[in-house]
């Protein structure tokens, strides 16, 4: 597969690297790492052909393209023996979360280009679980009362928002027929997602999945995501050390794609950097019995800023919003803004509240100040000098500036 591959033909040679060499973990940590600019640089339009794909057009079943957040959408193909492995690694996500024949799940995912949805609703055919496609978290509630569903897939504000309209329809979420809740998409913080299980009254579970073939899943002990390790293959490496990462510390996620014997992919991608960074929890068997290393919930690299010479990122802003005291007044829903320059920056945290009049101000603030400062030694001495400065901003509902925005809501933004 790998010499029918354009890029890896000229990458080889290029690097004198044969094939036939790499055998072993210690063999792919002397490979350069493949970064998405290179996978962007090696299609149209900055060259004829889509340099990775490696099967002939007759072999590709899909075609898909990532969101394009970071840049030109990056093209991938998939084959239908890569649409059997992604469904066999959510398959088993849905197991080990107790899903079974006799649930309904509605998907809240896109079902375009994203693999998504449709790698969950084949996972759902292997098992038995019938699935809801809607696409969205915006169907009618009536989906709940007539249908019935055992659990919804979904990013964290999707599952507040319709618990919300829920209630508003005269429907307890916690009284419903909802069993389980997953969500994906997005990082979070557990404080939010302790706050989606209170409103709905069931247990979240965490998935991580990408195009390029991650999928990783928690299962009902939700001590770590689960890597399908004889399927992808993961590492965690420090481009700044441009070295792999000792056991334990934290680092980006590279992947390289593992095929059985005779196997057939689209795209094969060897120490592919996600830009998304994790730390190994365990490689130790898990207490629901699996034995497949876990990771933690991975954040993306670009949603993290540097303020004078310190890193955060928007799920630590996240963190000290869904503190637990806070959520009698506020909704969940918020933004942040970075102002500044080298040597003074601004942080405006805006968080919307049910009724900015009735809001404790102060108790949110103390609570946002304690829980975001409280492990960044750096951001603490700098806000004590005044050269890092948080300010607080409280609205009505809708009264958020992503409200105005069509799509996804960007909730730290770098203004300086």
């Given at each position: 597969?790998?010499?029918?591959?354009?890029?890896?033909?000229?990458?080889?040679?290029?690097?004198?690297?044969?094939?036939?060499?790499?055998?072993?973990?210690?063999?792919?940590?002397?490979?350069?790492?493949?970064?998405?600019?290179?996978?962007?640089?090696?299609?149209?339009?900055?060259?004829?052909?889509?340099?990775?794909?490696?099967?002939?057009?007759?072999?590709?079943?899909?075609?898909?393209?990532?969101?394009?957040?970071?840049?030109?959408?990056?093209?991938?193909?998939?084959?239908?023996?890569?649409?059997?492995?992604?469904?066999?690694?959510?398959?088993?996500?849905?197991?080990?979360?107790?899903?079974?024949?006799?649930?309904?799940?509605?998907?809240?995912?896109?079902?375009?280009?994203?693999?998504?949805?449709?790698?969950?609703?084949?996972?759902?055919?292997?098992?038995?679980?019938?699935?809801?496609?809607?696409?969205?978290?915006?169907?009618?509630?009536?989906?709940?009362?007539?249908?019935?569903?055992?659990?919804?897939?979904?990013?964290?504000?999707?599952?507040?928002?319709?618990?919300?309209r829920m209630e508003k329809e005269g429907i307890n979420?916690?009284?419903?027929?909802?069993?389980?809740?997953?969500?994906?998409?997005?990082?979070?913080?557990?404080?939010?997602?302790?706050?989606?299980?209170?409103?709905?009254?069931?247990?979240?579970?965490?998935?991580?999945?990408?195009?390029?073939?991650?999928?990783?899943?928690?299962?009902?002990?939700?001590?770590?995501?689960?890597?399908?390790?004889?399927?992808?293959?993961?590492?965690?490496?420090?481009?700044?050390?441009?070295?792999?990462?000792?056991?334990?510390?934290?680092?980006?996620?590279?992947?390289?794609?593992?095929?059985?014997?005779?196997?057939k992919t689209g795209t094969i991608l060897l120490n592919?950097?996600?830009?998304?960074?994790?730390?190994?929890?365990?490689?130790?068997?898990?207490?629901?019995?699996?034995?497949?290393?876990?990771?933690?919930?991975?954040?993306?690299?670009?949603?993290?800023?540097?303020?004078?010479?310190?890193?955060?990122?928007?799920?630590?802003?996240?963190?000290?919003?869904?503190?637990?005291?806070?959520?009698?007044?506020?909704?969940?829903?918020?933004?942040?803004?970075?102002?500044?320059?080298?040597?003074?920056?601004?942080?405006?945290?805006?968080?919307?509240?049910?009724?900015?009049?009735?809001?404790?101000?102060?108790?949110?603030?103390?609570?946002?100040?304690?829980?975001?400062?409280?492990?960044k030694v750096a951001l603490y001495e700098a806000y004590?000098?005044?050269?890092?400065?948080?300010?607080?901003?409280?609205?009505?509902?809708?009264?958020?500036?992503?409200?105005?925005?069509?799509?996804?809501?960007?909730?730290?933004?770098?203004?300086?």
């Open positions: 597969m790998l010499l029918k591959t354009l890029f890896y033909r000229k990458w080889f040679q290029e690097h004198n690297i044969n094939p036939a060499d790499i055998r072993e973990h210690e063999d792919l940590r002397e490979l350069p790492i493949i970064s998405g600019k290179t996978v962007r640089e090696r299609q149209p339009p900055e060259t004829e052909e889509f340099e990775f794909r490696c099967v002939d057009w007759d072999e590709i079943f899909t075609i898909h393209e990532t969101s394009g957040t970071s840049g030109t959408p990056k093209s991938f193909f998939l084959t239908w023996d890569d649409w059997n492995r992604y469904a066999e690694k959510y398959a088993r996500s849905f197991v080990s979360q107790n899903f079974g024949t006799e649930d309904k799940v509605v998907v809240c995912a896109s079902y375009g280009m994203n693999v998504g949805a449709n790698t969950m609703t084949l996972a759902a055919q292997k098992i038995g679980i019938t699935i809801i496609p809607e696409g969205k978290c915006t169907f009618p509630v009536r989906i709940i009362k007539n249908y019935q569903p055992t659990g919804i897939v979904g990013s964290i504000f999707k599952l507040i928002r319709l618990a919300r979420p916690q009284e419903s027929s909802i069993k389980r809740l997953i969500t994906g998409g997005e990082s979070f913080t557990e404080e939010s997602r302790a706050y989606v299980e209170k409103l709905w009254g069931v247990p979240v579970y965490n998935t991580y999945g990408s195009t390029e073939g991650t999928m990783c899943g928690e299962c009902h002990e939700k001590v770590g995501l689960h890597v399908p390790e004889d399927l992808v293959h993961l590492d965690v490496y420090d481009p700044q050390m441009e070295d792999f990462v000792a056991e334990g510390d934290c680092g980006r996620m590279v992947l390289t794609t593992l095929l059985p014997p005779g196997g592919y950097d996600t830009e998304d960074t994790t730390v190994v929890v365990s490689r130790e068997k898990c207490p629901c019995g699996r034995t497949h290393m876990r990771i933690m919930n991975p954040q993306r690299e670009a949603e993290t800023v540097w303020v004078l010479g310190s890193p955060f990122n928007r799920v630590d802003v996240e963190k000290g919003v869904f503190q637990p005291e806070n959520m009698d007044y506020i909704t969940g829903e918020y933004e942040a803004f970075l102002y500044g320059d080298e040597e003074e920056v601004t942080l405006r945290v805006s968080m919307e509240c049910y009724d900015p009049k009735k809001c404790e101000h102060e108790l949110v603030q103390e609570n946002f100040l304690k829980s975001f400062l409280e492990y004590q000098d005044g050269s890092f400065n948080i300010l607080f901003n409280f609205t009505e509902p809708e009264g958020l500036e992503f409200y105005k925005i069509k799509g996804r809501p960007k909730r730290l933004v770098d203004r300086r």
